[in-house]
């Protein structure tokens, strides 16, 4: 299939409680993109927790006793310890600087996904999302298109930040090879491709991280509309991880 | 950035010794496809290693008693045992059916990266090239493009695989934010974004795993042209990997 990933400009400065979906049909227009049957819009977290009103001003924390603890030895902010412990299940791995948690969502990131870049107001940071893909679902019915949240994540065993999803609407999360053959009648090795992530991935190329464009617009994935998707199925039960 | 992926269709079967490059400017002349000044062919690593004979007949392999006595417990073929084994540098994982391998590349992969699909030979595996950088160095030098090798992984805490890059030439392997700024001044949260692994992941989408389709052009990419360039830096060392 052809893809074609093209930036949208022009969106405003987000705020909590602005329609993100009618902001990011001005942007659509304003970039000369026009939403055809079959687009998926990938959107960052940035803006839909802006719009969502998930921004935590750091003065109004009072870090816990084991957040100022854990913040002195991490040379870090007690006070976003403490935020990012709150948005945390559970503290996957501490290494020097490094915060990696499992949130209540079941994403494994940094500082659970809490994030001061790109936030208007000083010493404020963001949260996820409370439900990415209920906020994806949200947006896809606004703009009748598929959606993808992002974030930028880092990996096990790879340098370098990818962009991942973390909400999805009407896109499947896979394209699923089960019981597909090669052209020599191969079963295949490759079984369910994780297409959403990799769409997040070129999306997040598109969009940069210093450009002011917080969305890009993925054309020509082959897609089935599917109501009941969601990011759930891309994450991978602890149970069954061989590296936790 | 714009990024246009198109598929390389009309690619022939693939046989040791055959000229990769000329197969792959006749492929993209037929696909109606003209390479422009910093498009980027990203190329399955299963037609490099057919044209570099990388090929193993399994009926010529010997298992050794351990691969044997591992092939059991795993529910594998000994011979394919043997062949992973002779491919890693190290063993990361074992558990059930999966053994995630560390290849002498220093990629950490299923099976150290060795695979039985899209061969044509019966009870024939490919292994991954000798040296990917260098194939793809030898293929960016023959048409004149910047170039990804890629292979389908996957991943820590997530379900699905997705295409990585594992040989690249000309292509810087991140986009590098470091010291750069947001809107609002801030130090960015996100220094080294992946761009050769997203450009892979998009390209596997674009190329499918049953189509016959084992290249893609990407087109709109913007990069500095690199002759130092190589997935050596995409390698997180074992010492600095929180979950080794």
């Given amino acids: 299939m052809n893809l074609h990933i093209a930036p949208v400009q022009h969106v405003p400065e987000i705020h909590p409680g602005m329609n993100l979906g009618e902001c990011l049909r001005g942007a659509l227009s304003r970039s000369g993109l026009e939403l055809e049957r079959h687009d998926i819009l990938a959107v960052t977290q940035k803006i839909v927790s802006k719009a969502e009103g998930r921004i935590v001003d750091l003065r109004d924390v009072t870090p816990s006793a084991y957040s100022a603890s854990l913040a002195r030895r991490m040379s870090k902010d007690p006070r976003l310890v403490e935020v990012v412990l709150r948005e945390s299940r559970r503290i996957v791995r501490m290494r020097g600087e490094v915060l990696i948690c499992e949130t209540h969502h079941g994403f494994i990131c940094a500082n659970a996904g809490v994030d001061e870049s790109n936030v208007e107001a000083a010493e404020s ?120």
Avoid at 136 to 151: E, F, M, N, P
Avoid at 160 to 169: E, N
Avoid at 219 to 224: A, C, I
Avoid at 234 to 242: G, I, M, V, Y
């Fill in 125 to 244: 940071v963001t949260l996820l999302p409370e439900n990415p893909d209920r906020s994806a679902r949200s947006l896809a019915h606004a703009l009748a298109c598929g959606v993808i949240i992002t974030d930028t994540f880092g990996r096990v065993w790879r340098e370098g930040l990818v962009d991942t999803a973390i909400g999805i609407a009407r896109i499947p999360p896979f394209i699923d090879f089960r019981g597909k053959t090669d052209p020599y009648g191969h079963r295949l090795r490759v079984t369910l491709l994780a297409a959403a992530d990799a769409l997040a991935a070129a999306a997040g190329l598109a969009m940069g991280k210093t450009s002011g464009t917080p969305a890009a617009l993925i054309r020509g994935f082959e897609w089935e509309e599917n109501e009941e998707t969601g990011t759930a199925a891309l994450l991978r039960p602890a149970e069954k991880d061989l590296f936790l």
